[in-house]
């Protein structure tokens, strides 16, 4: 063993790796109390379940609720994993890295959870299955199947493949103490990674093609979902802007998201040499850019059709600007546009906490508008009756709820299995921090010193 | 189908809920808050106000067909859209897709009379209605198949409903056969929302000169249809809390 000072290398390792080995009470807690909140949201299923969907507060007027607007909401969620990793990965931009792996796992989990939303707010789940054995292709909820399971399919590998020279390296350094099961299950999902020039060069050029194909299955999967609303015959829905208005309300929100994960994670296992204050500034940035354009997007929505005042428009407009959801939508504007706009320019107040409770706002805010966007369409009514009401039952609060906590459970369970930034790749972005490499080790190293 | 809307007064007049609502629930035991065919009141330009029956318009570029994913709701032969509550999978996207907000969906297990266990349930007869599935007016086919008019048709009382057959181009109210062609041109027939697209099988027959409607002073009220087998329509003693508190 060559004797010398703990290096950037170790450091890093340690930093990243040290919270799989020990686990503080805090964290049995947490996981407790997520699970908990869970198996009352199961709870809640199970009584919809058994009484029908009288239980929660849609009827035949507005028939879409909280679980559709969960569902685009936790899509949105998803893009965070796609814009920070794969778009900054193609544009080669080299801060990304101590970020890129969270941002996957936020994309994963949430696909996850949204995913399960619409099966959630589905009359007969006992027929889901139908789907596949009689489904339809002029269905804009087939495409939607098909895109999701394709997106869901091409982040998991995408948050795979960064992962095995990590894998490698759990292999190689937690093996001793750690039990059987757990070498055996590192080993086999590092597939023999030895970190050879040609593994290497194999796994670059795998990772590359995968980031190139999952940025349109992202942009499809939010216009897809879009299309859900955009297909019908219905006042505020019948817009072709909203493709572009899904994709870029859900890259802010993704976006939003990720800062507030990586506040978290900074905070929780010590990050802060690797996520720095510029992490912070730049996707603060790119929040703020995504954030004016999504206030153009709905300037020009609700322009356009302000304007012309087509009768059920304008009576939507009504229902939104000063009728019943008029809080709702003006809240929009307050906690999702003015006063993180105002966080984020303003540079009196300490960086790190301005962003992450704007980014919270934000997340809020958008969870809003995609309420805004399900329910009050669905109150105009269509032909000469009441306006439509609608209330959402302690069963649909249960089980968003356990949404939330299914998607922070996935994330706490994740945080635990494998390093949740990428060491290998901070490595080699920092190279230059450890010129005198050791020649003798094996595995990770081995392959650091080839570089 | 046509509907001749100078002749429909809502009832208002027998001071009876409107027969063709409310022969349709007896018929069909459709569960408590669901009309098939509803009689809407909409205004008049000069302050007065007209009824408006409006079945399923069983629509030839039907949106609810195109957006169903399992093709549980489909055209028959005869173009009457059918849905079968065997495969719904209650994803609601037809619901989403209607532009005359004709589709319910049974939120629960309906409350039904002991009579609609007699029923042999099909498509064409959607009795008793089935759990978590969409549901909506299908032109009594049942009956045409044996050339009886749809119940509303029957029970109403100013023969406002003519059931036609577009390719023998008649219609019958009951009372009188009529060409069905000429029948349309002659009255100014359209069809709601023409311009969406979606061509409705229904048409409706303006007023022509004569008095139509009724006047905007009238007192006499539009009586809601009544489910004389009462209960809340669907078992809702799920209350707002778990805890089981009652809504109102």
Known sequence: MIQRKPGYIERLESTALGPLNTTGRNYYLFILLLSAVLMWGVYAYFVQVYYGLVSTGMRDMVFWGLYIANFVFFLGIAMAGTVISAVLRVTRAGWRTPITRMAEIVTVSALMVGALMPIVDLGRPDRVWH?????????????????ITTYLAGSLIYLYL???????????????????????????????????????????????????AIIPMAALTHTVASFIFSWMLRPGWDSTIYGIYFI??????????????????????????????????YLSYLLLSMMLIYLYLIMTEYLTIGYKLEGEEKHLLELLFIGKNAPWFWLFFISGM??????????????VPRIVVASVLVNFAMWLTRFTIVVPTLQVPLMPAAVGTYSATWVEWSITAAGFAGFMLIFAVAAKLVPIVSVWEIAEENKEHEPEMPETRTGFMERSSLR | MVIDLKRCDGCVG????????????????????????????DKLPGGGSYFLPTPCFQCENAPCVNVCPVGATYHTEDGVVLIDHHRCIGCRMCMAACPYQRRFFNWATPEVPPEAAF???SPEYPVPAVKGTVIKCMFCVHFLRDGRLPYCVLACPRKVLYMADLVEDIASNGREIVKLSSFLDNNNAYRYKEELGTQPRVWFLPGHGQEFGRKSGDPRPLYPPVWNWGGEGFDRSIGIWPWGEKPE
């Open chain 1, 162 to 212: 960064p992962l095995i020279p990590d894998f490698a390296l759990m292999r190689d350094r937690l093996s001793r103490g750690a039990s059987t099961l757990k070498r055996t299950v590192y080993t086999l999902l590092a597939i023999g990674w030895r970190g050879t020039a040609d593994q290497h060069h194999r796994l670059e050029k795998a990772i590359s093609i995968t980031s190139i």
């Open chain 1, 131 to 147: 789907i596949i054995a009689y489904g339809r292709f002029q269905s804009a909820i087939m495409w939607d199947v098909i895109v």
């Open chain 1, 248 to 281: 870029i309300g859900a890259i802010f929100s993704g976006i939003a998201s990720i800062l507030i994960v990586m506040a978290v994670f900074r905070k929780l296992f010590h990050l802060e040499e690797y996520i720095t204050e510029k992490h912070f500034r």
């Open chain 2, 14 to 41: 027998l001071g009876l809920p409107p027969q063709c609502t409310q022969s349709c629930i007896n018929g069909h035991f459709s569960p408590k808050g669901q009309q098939w065919i509803e009689v809407f009141q």
């Open chain 2, 119 to 121: 029923a042999e349930y």
């Open chain 1, 338 to 351: 003015l006063v993180p706009g105002f966080l984020i320019l303003f540079p009196r107040l300490p960086l």
